[in-house]
């Protein structure tokens, strides 16, 4: 069983950055890949990021590159996503994800969520 907490969120400039972390619960967080995820009001939830549980491999959604970055800590059992040059577009409810494994593009792959964090870009 994996906990995860996300937090850092909050209300920012357009063209400003961001970090938001996620702390999970459990000594097995090494063993699992990371994803993040992002829901815009009315859509769906989509792929942001995802990075294997050493943090060897990274994986990004293409229109996301370049201003998106995933990174983790497993001594701290913490993952985190860098934003940079926020886009009012960015505005969404920010989910960080768990699966035991490889990583994987699809949310349905994961097994553990967060409750999100709501990150608001102000143009």
């Known amino acids: 069983q994996v906990q995860l907490v996300e937090s850092g969120g909050g209300l920012v400039q357009a063209g400003g950055s961001l970090r938001v972390s996620c702390a999970a619960s459990g000594r097995t967080f090494s063993s699992y890949a990371m994803g993040w995820f992002r829901q815009a009001p009315g859509k769906e939830r989509d792929f942001v990021a995802a990075i294997s549980s050493s943090g060897g491999s990274k994986f990004y959604a293409d229109a996301l590159k370049g201003r998106f970055t995933i990174s983790r800590d497993n001594a701290k059992n913490t993952v985190y996503l860098q934003i940079n040059s926020l886009k009012p577009e960015d505005t969404a409810t920010y989910y960080c994800?768990?699966?035991?494994?490889?990583?994987?593009?699809?949310?349905?792959?994961?097994?553990?969520w967060g409750q999100g964090i709501q990150v608001t870009v102000s143009s």
């Open positions: 994800a768990a699966r035991y494994g490889g990583t994987r593009y699809e949310k349905s792959q994961y097994d553990y």
